[in-house]
């Protein structure tokens, strides 16, 4: 894979690869206002039983969760912008993970939280949500952590991802906390997002072995 820009779009490979990917990804923001108020919205679920939430009694998280949803990933892409591979790699691990995000969520759809305090996220709300601020239906698994997730895997750097890694054990216990999520929102978040990475970054060896 090119290990510079000037590399990079100079390779007719690289640039069809990330301009695919883009597109995935304003597809998939495009389906989102539908799909959780016209599919999702009214769809049944189980309400779990979460054992985490006898220790946690319910508390408003949002700020600090919107702040380390939106400065983990800022942090990421501003140290490795000079890094082609991996701008690639979180474009495609965020869309495909994602899209399996749509699917589970209407495979497995779940019942919002008892005592759930709605995520104040404007980012989600104006763009996932179509507007509705209370939409509480956004469960298995967390979105929220599998992308924070996703940044600490392309980490290399030790310090960089000790840092990341925590901002996603954090995140993920807030939104437990907060009644945003279950337990199992969060797991199931780290397992398909180790999973895609893990896949991703395979294919991408044998896509770009002879460049």
Same mark, same amino acid.
């Given at each position: ?9 100079? !390779? ?33 679920? &189980?309400? $779990? ?27 990421? $892409? ?16 965020? @869309? ?25 996220? &404007? ?8 507007? !509705? ?17 996703? @940044? ?39 397992? @398909?997002?180790?999973? @895609? ?6 294919? !991408?060896r044998l896509t770009f072995r002879q460049d």
């Amino acid at each position: 894979m090119p290990l510079t820009w000037k590399e990079a779009i100079s !390779n007719r490979k690289y640039v069809l690869h990330l301009v695919f990917w883009l597109v995935g990804l304003a597809i998939f923001v495009m389906v989102l206002p539908h799909f959780f108020n016209n599919v999702l919205l009214n769809k049944p679920g &189980p309400r $779990l039983d979460d054992y985490a939430f006898r220790f946690l009694a319910p508390r408003d998280w949002s700020p600090v969760i919107f702040a380390l949803v939106v400065g983990a990933p800022a942090l990421f $892409l501003f140290a490795n912008l000079s890094s082609p591979e991996k701008i690639l790699v979180i474009f495609q691990c965020y @869309v495909v993970v994602n899209f399996l995000r749509i699917l589970s969520l209407y495979v497995f759809t779940l019942e919002t939280p008892e005592g759930i305090i709605p995520l104040v996220d &404007p980012f989600l709300e104006k763009v996932a949500y179509g507007g !509705n601020a209370t939409y509480t239906k956004d469960l298995f698994f967390s979105g929220h952590t599998s992308t924070l997730f996703i @940044v600490s895997l392309a980490e290399k750097r030790r310090g960089l991802r000790i840092v990341l890694i925590m901002s996603t054990i954090l995140i993920g216990l807030l939104l437990v906390w907060q009644r945003v999520h279950y337990t199992i929102d969060v797991v199931g978040a780290l397992l @398909v997002t180790f999973a @895609v990475y893990r896949g991703i970054t395979s294919l !991408n060896r044998l896509t770009f072995r002879q460049d």
